[in-house]
């Protein structure tokens, strides 16, 4: 981990032996008394940190001093149909790094029904993998997650719309969605846009055709990722990382 994060309830406490920060600093940094690493609150600003004591039973107090303001989150959403439980937490951790500010998650009618049983979502499995992808790309915030029943339903919510107005911004969005199979053009051929980017991408067998109808109707543009077929995962990061460079934020 870059970034040593912490949650506001945990200010003015001890950190176990066990807690895994404790590990790193001492294990992997070799940190002692005294010395200092960088540190952030969860949702809030970065700066030093400081380990003001190491108890005999391997316990570390520590105090933090924060007045870097958190990055910025980009201005680019990944929905995509559920992937293998496995590929969930890789995923997630992945995009949180690269700064997406929402993930979305649901399903799709060629995709596996059981993937969306997965436990990772309700036992904060999902809600760590997140924060770890924060913390290597020392930031100290993390992207919303939201979970929908369907690619339909996801459609009908728009929730991209409803962040726009609590940004208060009329500003409206550019839609994609990924397609292999029928694309009608390329993502990479795709000009610069200053534009929030939301980008839709299927399961592992991809879009069903009365999907892709339902994202025509939505106003979404069907775009390749390139002629190779992508493990979902794979497609989800490309996808998001050339979504930030048409929107100028890689350089």
Known sequence: MNLIL???????????????????????????????????????????????????????????DLQSPPLPRLPVRLAVGFPRPIQIRRLLRDLSSLGVEAIDLFGTELGEKSYRDTKLLNDGGARTALIEGAAQSRDTTIPALKVFTSLENWLNDRPWEKNNETQKSRTVSLLIAADN???????????HTKRPVVIAIGSERGWSDSERELL????????????????????????????????????
Do not use: N
Not at 181 to 191: D, F, L, N, Q
Not at 237 to 246: G, M, T
């Open 181 to 191: 199979v029928r694309p009608e053009g390329a993502m990479s051929r795709m000009a």
């Open 6 to 64: 912490f949650e506001a309830h945990e200010l003015g406490k001890t950190l176990s032996r066990r807690d895994e920060r404790t590990i790193h600093l001492l294990k992997v940094l070799h940190k002692k008394t005294g010395d200092t690493f960088e540190a952030g609150l969860l949702g809030g600003d970065r700066g030093i940190g400081t380990i003001g004591k190491i108890g005999i039973d391997g316990s570390l107090v520590f105090s933090l």
């Open 216 to 251: 025509e109707a939505a106003g979404f543009l069907r775009l390749s990722l390139g002629s190779r077929a992508l493990r979902t995962e794979t497609a989800c990061v490309a996808a998001a990382i050339l979504a930030i460079e048409k929107i100028g934020e890689l350089g």
